[in-house]
């Protein structure tokens, strides 16, 4: 149990295009959702917190007009990066929040997608 | 806010010996802490969490205690294995509905 999918798992785009990544929970309901960002050989930078049917809250320093998030349904967050250019090059995760029973602190990740925009 | 100290950065061991890695939390109201093993290109896997109403949990090989008068709290690997290769990372959070704080990874090598 406690899956967490990702889609893609992979892109390249080129600059100035916008990239929409799918994050799914598929044996649970996730009233919140996170995004995290992980450049190479470096922690886990948490985004954003996701929750469903409300607006996401973004760290300081994330630009909420770049990273789009939208989370419509208790099992689906998606991450759009708009204008994207080389700097937003990483390897984004999200993880959801169990929202039923006792352990709903326990967060579960998906797999990732690398970004490389040209 | 939260800050979450970890260490040793990289710890290389023989396998059949154990590995310990150790981390600190500044937030005394933290009561949730999980430990995530990530693989190369691959998203971090809970593998063992700990909750401030227990000292120690273990799970076949791996253990993890808590010290909440000194806020720290450590993973420990028996009989490491070469697929416990890996970098793990600890977390804290103030429990439920609140974000996860990260130290900075422990990249552990077990040599066969």
């Known amino acids: 149990g406690a899956v967490v999918s990702q889609h893609p798992s992979r892109v390249i785009c080129k600059s100035g295009t916008s990239v929409k990544i799918e994050c799914r929970s598929l044996d649970f309901q996730a009233t919140t959702m996170f995004w995290y960002r992980q450049f190479p050989k470096q922690s886990l930078m948490l985004m954003a917190t996701s929750n469903e049917g409300s607006k996401a809250t973004y760290e300081q320093g994330v630009e909420k007009d770049k990273f789009l998030i939208n989370h419509a349904s208790l099992t689906l967050s998606t991450l759009t990066v708009t204008s994207a250019h080389p700097e937003d090059s990483s390897f984004y995760i999200c993880?959801?929040?169990?929202?039923?029973?006792?352990?709903?602190?326990?967060?579960?990740f998906g797999p990732g997608t690398r970004l490389t925009v040209l | 806010g939260e800050n979450v100290e970890q260490h040793p950065s990289t710890l290389s061991v023989q396998e059949g010996d154990s590995a310990v890695i150790k981390c600190t939390y500044s937030?005394?109201?933290?009561?949730?802490f999980p430990w995530y093993k990530q693989e190369l290109g691959k998203g971090p896997q809970l593998i063992i969490d700990i909750r401030s109403n227990v000292g120690e949990k273990k799970d076949q090989r791996i253990a993890v205690t808590l010290n909440k008068t000194a806020k720290h709290f450590s993973l420990h690997i028996t009989e490491t294995q070469p697929e416990d290769s890996a970098v793990y990372f600890c977390?804290?959070?103030?429990?439920?509905?609140?974000?996860?704080?990260f130290g900075g990874g422990t990249r552990l090598m077990v040599k066969p």
């Open positions: 993880s959801a929040r169990d929202s039923a029973g006792g352990a709903s602190d326990t967060q579960y």
């Open positions: 937030d005394s109201a933290s009561n949730y």
């Open positions: 977390a804290a959070s103030k429990g439920a509905g609140n974000m996860l704080t």
